[in-house]
């Protein structure tokens, strides 16, 4: 079994920075080095979203369109470890951001959909959740 548990959530003003970890923790037959990680995020009354993803190893990454140039995933699997560096934060990145693994390839998975639940659906492990508020 894969747990997964996010921190770094919390307040910022528009154009601030926040930085969010997620570590993994594994159990037998399974190894954070086998896993395709990603950040989805959810505002009410909205189905969930990809945000970005990041290969096994860390060589590839993959952005919404939304968040292009503005954040940044970085993983460090020694640290069974998961980042997401955000910077040019807006009113709208306010979301319960999720930590969420698979071992499929998943990077096409955070790109814009028409089917944003399946979308959701692919990833088989799911932190918590961390609330990013973003003032105006």
């Known amino acids: 079994q894969v747990q997964l548990v996010e921190s770094g959530g919390g307040s910022a003003q528009t154009g601030g920075s926040l930085r969010l970890s997620c570590v993994a923790s594994?159990?037998?037959?399974?190894?954070?080095?086998?896993?395709?990680m990603a950040w989805f995020r959810q505002t009410p009354g909205k189905e969930r979203e990809g945000v970005a993803a990041?290969?096994?190893?860390?060589?590839?990454?993959t952005y919404n369109d939304f968040v292009k140039g503005r954040f940044n995933i970085s993983r460090d699997n020694t640290r069974k470890s998961m980042y997401l560096q955000m910077d040019g934060l807006k009113p709208e990145d306010t979301a319960v951001y999720y930590c969420?693994?698979?071992?499929?390839?998943?990077?096409?998975?955070?790109?814009?959909?028409?089917?944003?639940?399946?979308?959701?659906?692919?990833?088989?492990?799911w932190g918590q959740g961390t609330q990013v508020t973003v003032a105006s």
């Open positions: 969420v693994a698979d071992r499929r390839w998943c990077l096409s998975a955070v790109l814009p959909t028409t089917d944003p639940v399946a979308a959701a659906d692919f990833f088989r492990f």
């Open positions: 594994v159990g037998s037959g399974y190894s954070v080095n086998d896993l395709c």
């Open positions: 990041i290969s096994t190893g860390g060589s590839h990454t």
